[in-house]
């Protein structure tokens, strides 16, 4: 399903969604709580089943490493059922990108294991070039 596909939403998954979108980054579940009370959310089951459908949509990627949620940002990361993300540790900036070569090793690795893949994530902390150059 790409993101131009969107599977027929409720209400909640609608709001939690449209929240992601505008936030122009990564999001907690209490985050989106917090920004949805007006609209009607009072707990956090409500947040996380919404998340939980559109994670399963390919339309928002969870963030382990920060226990996060970003919208996701280009088409067909659930048709591959992967999504890479470098992450600032300086400024919190999240670029998503398709790294088609580790992909592929990865797949591999896991074919040659009969090792099944449901969904893979791939992240990278470390600095941007922004913060880089402003070190200097």
Not at 16 to 34: C, E
Not at 68 to 82: E, L, P
Request: with cysteine.
């Amino acid at each position: 399903m790409t993101a131009h596909a969107h599977p027929e939403l409720t209400k909640n998954q609608s709001l939690v969604f449209g929240s992601l979108s505008s936030a122009g980054g990564p999001l907690t579940a209490y985050a989106i709580l917090d920004l949805l009370r007006e609209d009607g959310f009072r707990a956090p089951l409500q947040v996380y089943r919404a998340l939980d459908k559109l994670v399963e949509y390919g339309m928002v990627h969870r963030l382990e490493s920060l226990n996060a949620f970003v919208a996701c940002a280009h088409t067909g990361c659930s048709a591959h059922g992967a999504a890479a993300f470098a992450i600032c540790e300086q400024c919190g900036d999240v670029i998503e990108f398709t790294p088609d070569e580790a992909l592929k090793g990865l797949n591999d690795w896991a074919r040659a294991q009969d090792f099944t893949l449901a969904r893979m994530t791939i992240e990278l902390r470390g600095t941007c070039g922004a913060c880089k150059s402003k070190a200097v």
